[in-house]
């Protein structure tokens, strides 16, 4: 048995370290704004990138210096004066750009910290239009006023993969997987580098200057492409082994992560396009069919598609955006008006923007709300949505600044404790999560950890499933709920009366069938409940004569360890029925009720006596059915129980 300890109540507040959540109908965001030290450089190609965590790096206009936001204060990482175009930046926060050094232009690299950017280059030829993979990998192509070159870095070392191999344009790409593309003025492709190994494959090669390649689209497991027929586009893989095309007449093509392709494409002329789905092996299939027409495709990495087109309404046309869930109908998220730049992230967030006169409106959708997060800039350009957060670059009378919605979902957790001899409980813990499943706790279906229980036995949580996250869940972060507890040993199940500790698990107390009942208590991964069909008694007269015993009884019935029954008995004295213990023993419930008399006390003679027939039971309806006598059950004076009865010797 335990002893029982008070609780301590623990209420646990979410604090921000950001500005109050904003009063709106939609879900709740927070926003911060970080002033840019410098206006940014629209002048020069690529000025503001991002990586997928939202890192941005940028040029100012003032000073011509790259800048890196990793979150936090921005870093500027130069201080010369001189042009820089082309940055990169990966999820790593390395940034990667050209830079001019009074004669010609030279590869940069930079880790977006105090530590300065390392020169990848230093000759007399141009370095131009550099790349670079989520591991560091750098390529470039160098130009010597005649022919160009390609080339590759990593971790201090360079390798030439192509020299002086073409007097025409060539333009490198890298992905994630090491593969290095090579373009020619966009009428040929071809594959130089796969993961450590010089290649030399031709992926397209354009028959004329019409003949050329659209929408090169890159992921760690293939390359696609489309390819100009003459009248449309058509659709092309390379997986690394074989070139397969996957549709025609396509347009707004989406690559993800695990290299599924996702487009649009007319089927039969006069009729309204389809948006098909390819996960990279076997056909392509059809996902959803328009009703009029469809642009500007994006893809998270389970397939779920988003896509701005217009439908009718009441005999009206209308623009929309449509969602697809990655099974079923798609479903519109808004019916207003046009919107540009639609993106979806891996739990399925949307966030696009919506002209609005001459405003510019930045809007978010997350678990079916549609939340305006920014209507009162002039100007809002790169909108990038991030894993939990939706960042978008805001101009306003010449000046610029980063805005941040950050929202926060929380999601219940079902769990189970089970101990080493059976017992179990079950509840649901509330946490910060994404859709799929990973919250602030890294609690996760599946996951499992044990602990030791009072009994010194191992016992283990489970995480048994995660339900739909929701902001409506932000003010039980980390609180928990008991929803029921198995008793092993009885085969019952009950139902837990409250939670009594909030907190992450590991901090939560309940209590079965009554409260401040210490064998009731259960919790923490270390206490454990316990029922009894078998109940210890002692029966006090308040002249110092007493009698013990037990009884059956139903588990979970009104007895219980430290159960109290006042009774008058024959000396005009007010006895006592105290519960001392309970144990289980699986009696049959035909005996629920039989009570028995182990010995009784006199405090006269201060003896002890064995009651007659005590191996019997002395009554069968619990506490005051029992009657016995000691020593000779001819003699009224040896009679007791019933908690009236006493003996006088």
Not at 25 to 34: E, F, K, L, R
Not at 145 to 166: H, P
Not at 179 to 193: A, M, P, Q
Not at 406 to 415: D, E, K, N
Request: charged fraction near 20%; include cysteine.
């Amino acid at each position: 048995m335990h002893k029982l300890q008070k609780p301590l109540i623990i209420l646990t507040l979410l604090l921000s370290l950001a500005a109050a959540p904003l009063a709106h109908a939609g879900v709740a965001y927070q926003t911060t704004a970080i002033p840019m030290p410098k206006d940014l450089a629209y002048s020069s190609p690529m000025p503001f990138v991002q990586n997928q965590y939202g890192w941005a790096a940028w040029v100012s206009v003032a000073t011509n210096d790259v800048y890196c936001w990793q979150g936090k204060q921005p870093i500027r990482g130069t201080n010369r004066n001189t042009p820089k175009q082309y940055l990169q930046i990966n999820d790593r926060g390395q940034v990667v750009w050209q830079e001019w050094d009074g004669k010609d232009w030279e590869i940069y690299l930079w880790d977006g910290t105090s530590s300065p950017p390392v020169q990848v280059t230093k000759n007399d030829i141009d370095d131009l239009w550099p790349a670079i993979n989520q591991y560091g990998a750098v390529v470039w192509s160098t130009f010597d006023g005649k022919k160009y070159g390609a080339n590759y870095y990593i971790q201090g070392r360079t390798t030439v993969l192509d020299n002086n191999a073409s007097d025409r344009i060539n333009r490198l790409y890298i992905t994630d997987s090491d593969w290095v593309l090579e373009t020619h003025s966009g009428t040929d492709l071809r594959l130089l580098y796969q993961a450590g190994v010089k290649k030399y494959v031709t992926l397209f090669q354009g028959s004329n200057v019409s003949d050329r390649y659209y929408d090169l689209l890159t992921s760690y497991w293939g390359v696609a492409w489309t390819r100009f027929n003459g009248t449309a586009l058509d659709l092309y893989y390379y997986n690394g082994t074989a070139i397969r095309q996957l549709g025609s007449q396509v347009w707004s093509p989406a690559i993800n992560e695990k290299g599924w392709l996702a487009w649009v494409q007319t089927s039969r002329p006069g009729t309204p396009p389809d948006i098909y789905l390819y996960q990279g092996t076997g056909l392509a299939k059809r996902v959803a069919t328009t009703e009029i027409g469809a642009a500007q495709l994006a893809m998270n990495r389970d397939g779920w598609l988003v896509w701005s087109g217009a439908h009718w309404d009441r005999g009206k046309i209308v623009d929309a955006l449509w969602l697809y869930r990655g099974a079923g109908s798609p479903v519109p998220i808004t019916t207003s008006a046009p919107v540009l730049n639609p993106q979806i992230n891996q739990d399925g967030w949307v966030a696009w923007t919506q002209n609005k006169g001459s405003l510019k409106e930045v809007y978010l959708y997350v678990n079916g709300v549609v939340t305006p997060v920014d209507k009162k800039n002039e100007e809002e350009r790169y909108v990038h949505l991030n894993q939990k957060t939706i960042d978008w670059l805001s101009v306003h009378n010449n000046k610029a600044e980063i805005n941040r919605a950050s929202v926060t979902l929380y999601a219940p957790y079902q769990f189970q404790y089970t101990y080493g001899n059976g017992d179990y409980y079950t509840g649901t813990v509330y946490a910060e999560a994404s859709r799929v499943g990973a919250s602030a706790y890294n609690y996760y279906p599946g996951k499992t950890w044990t602990t030791t229980d009072e009994n010194k036995k191992v016992g283990q949580y489970t995480i048994l499933s995660v339900g739909a996250p929701s902001d409506s869940y932000v003010g039980r972060s980390g609180s928990v709920t008991l929803d029921a507890y198995y008793d092993a040993e009885s085969k019952t199940v009950y139902k837990p009366l409250s939670t009594i500790v909030s907190g992450p698990l590991g901090g939560e107390l309940g209590y079965i069938i009554k409260y401040n009942v210490s064998d009731y208590l259960f919790g923490k991964g270390y206490f454990e409940a316990d029922v009894g069909d078998r109940y210890e008694y002692k029966y006090t007269y308040g002249n110092g004569d007493y009698y013990t015993g037990y009884f059956y009884a139903a588990p979970g019935g009104p007895y219980y360890p430290g159960y109290k029954m006042s009774k008058r008995n024959e000396l005009g004295r007010l006895g006592l029925y105290e519960i001392t213990a309970m144990s289980y023993v699986g009696v049959n419930p035909s005996n629920y009720g039989n009570i028995y008399v182990s010995y009784y006390y006199d405090e006269a003679s201060k003896k002890l006596f064995k009651p007659l027939l005590y191996q019997l039971p002395l009554g069968v309806k619990y506490l005051t059915s029992e009657v016995g006598y000691i020593i000779n059950d001819d003699v009224d004076a040896y009679k007791f129980g019933a908690g009236y009865y006493e003996t006088s010797l």
